[in-house]
């Protein structure tokens, strides 16, 4: 059981839009402790996709955007292409175990 | 450039001491704000974290595995080690060390990880 809880699978088709949440509580995104969310392409390891909750690294296309509000964050994907298919994992902070915590993964399926 | 990568057995018996290498290039673990950490994947499954060090000695772990980590600097300036003990079948994952932004603690480099089987 992931301390941040995602829904295991989303899926969408071309040129739409999806979001991917992240629900944590009050010792962690609740506390104001930073989301930073994760692409995993099938067979590689996993590359930080936003951070401190809504900025993309260089290269991150902008039609990935990060929010955080309360013991929640989300992930959106616009404009979904095929190469988006992969496993997303939101991460942050937890002072109640003093390290840092995942989510358990989000499937995206690109019908 | 920052690159990691890690090194260790591929195959460990149960009750044995799994030693894992994390060997890094393009920044100093001497830095203010930088860190090495460890994340764990079983086969299917979500990634895991177990432990960091910062560039202050500061060590972390995660409370679950606490008993039987151990997470130092190496002897080489540009190397981390991680240490697990009492390893059993449930522990066989890819291990991966990443390059820790420790001031809101993210990882914004990876290994390509090890993969880990724990067999007799």
């Known amino acids: 059981q992931s301390v941040l809880t995602q829904p295991p699978s989303v899926s969408g088709a071309p040129g739409q839009r999806v979001t991917i949440s992240c629900t944590g509580g009050?010792?962690?995104?609740?506390?104001?402790?930073?989301v930073h969310w994760y692409q995993q392409l099938p067979g590689t390891a996993p590359q930080l996709l936003i951070y401190v909750n809504n900025n993309r690294p260089s290269g991150v296309p902008d039609r990935f955007s990060g929010s955080k509000s309360g013991t929640s964050a989300s992930l959106a994907i616009s404009g979904l292409q095929a190469e988006d298919e992969a496993d997303y994992y939101c991460q942050s902070y937890d002072s109640s175990l003093s390290g840092v915590v995942f989510g358990g993964g989000t499937k995206l399926t690109v019908l | 450039q920052i690159t990691l990568k890690e090194s260790g057995p591929m195959l460990v018996k149960p009750t044995q001491t799994l030693t894992l290498t994390c060997t890094f290039s393009?920044?100093?673990?001497?830095?203010?704000?930088?860190?090495v950490g460890w994340i764990r994947q079983p086969p299917g499954k979500a990634l895991e974290w177990l432990a960091l060090?910062?560039?202050?000695?500061?060590?972390r772990y995660s409370p679950s595995l606490k008993s039987r980590l151990t997470i130092t600097k190496g002897t080489s300036k540009n190397q981390v080690v991680l240490t697990m003990t009492s390893m059993d079948p449930v522990d066989t994952a890819t291990y991966y060390c990443a390059h820790l932004i420790a001031a809101s603690p993210n990882f914004d480099y990876w290994g390509q990880g090890s993969l880990v089987t724990v067999s007799s």
């Open positions: 009050s010792s962690n995104i609740g506390a104001g402790y930073d």
């Open positions: 393009g920044f100093s673990l001497s830095t203010t704000g930088v860190g």
């Open positions: 060090i910062r560039w202050d000695d500061d060590k």
